[in-house]
């Protein structure tokens, strides 16, 4: 159990690298970064307990920084999720921050019931060292549902093509992938580079959000403060949404949730002046 008495300075060196014993000035104990995170040692009884946080690995929380990190290059800001098209039509309008928590939220659940399933499938057939034909059927399945939805389809098969070059850096030679669409192409590189499933949903999902979010601020919708703002509420809800439905994601099941941001995004080719790809 890790109690609040117990200080995680940052940064410091591995204590085997130290010459005052492991001890930090005001005379509290350091700990060992070198040593697993599942046991930690408790200063006042010098025996060693493990929580349910504690006992998991961490490992694999760079690699969900590094997914979820902005500057990756898998093509997200060329999108808006359909906001640009919102946003001219009018649906949303610059300065209605209701309207637009509504339109993401929406957009959200929306992926999160079309898009998650797939890549919860695709990382789990990768972790089960069966997946290229099982990458193939579900991509085969992805494009069926985007088929009469061309913006959509569109920015889903680039994001997947994007996503495949990053894994061509990050990944070595026998562990690339073949995916076409961008979900499931995230789902199998971060089962190919160890990311628990539910952090890797957790990661697309918030990927998804922040991306819409950044459209909205170059369309001048909202300012990046406030956006900010209205981004960490919609995630909170999406984070809980996802912890409760996470479990039951099926791909065979999956759909759109909301015939308006479907219709709106529709509309992206249609528009004479356009900012983003869809």
Not at 53 to 66: D, H, K, M, R
Not at 128 to 157: F, K
Not at 171 to 187: P, T
């Amino acid at each position: 159990r890790i109690h609040s008495s117990t200080s995680l300075p940052y940064p410091t060196p591995p204590i085997s690298q130290r010459g005052d014993g492991g001890k930090r000035e005001d005379g509290g104990e350091e700990i060992d970064r070198e040593s697993s995170l599942a046991t930690i040692e408790e200063p006042s009884s010098g025996k060693s307990s493990t929580s349910c946080c504690a006992s998991l690995s961490f490992s694999w929380l760079p690699i969900a920084l590094q997914l979820g990190d902005s500057a990756l290059p898998t093509g997200g800001f060329a999108h808006s999720c359909g906001l640009e098209a919102a946003f001219q039509l009018g649906v949303v309008k610059r300065g209605d921050e209701e309207a637009l928590v509504t339109f993401v939220e929406a957009s959200a659940h929306t992926h999160a019931s079309l898009y998650a399933p797939f890549a919860k499938a695709a990382h789990e057939s990768c972790s089960s060292n069966d997946d290229d034909e099982r990458l193939s059927t579900l991509d085969a399945g992805l494009e069926s549902l985007l088929d009469t939805h061309g913006p959509a389809r569109l920015a889903s098969r680039r994001q997947g093509a994007a996503i495949v070059r990053v894994a061509e850096s990050l990944l070595e030679g026998s562990h690339q992938i073949k995916a076409e669409h961008g979900a499931v192409a995230f789902g199998a590189l971060a089962a190919r580079l160890g990311l628990p499933a539910m952090a890797a949903s957790v990661v697309f999902a918030h990927s998804a959000t922040r991306d819409a979010f950044s459209a909205a601020v170059r369309l001048n919708i909202v300012g990046p403060l406030r956006a900010i703002a209205l981004q960490a509420s919609v995630l909170e809800k999406q984070a809980r949404h996802l912890a409760l439905v996470h479990d039951s994601l099926d791909f065979e099941a999956a759909a759109t949730t909301s015939p308006l941001v479907d219709a709106v995004h529709s509309a992206h080719n249609l528009l004479e002046m356009r900012l983003f790809q869809s």
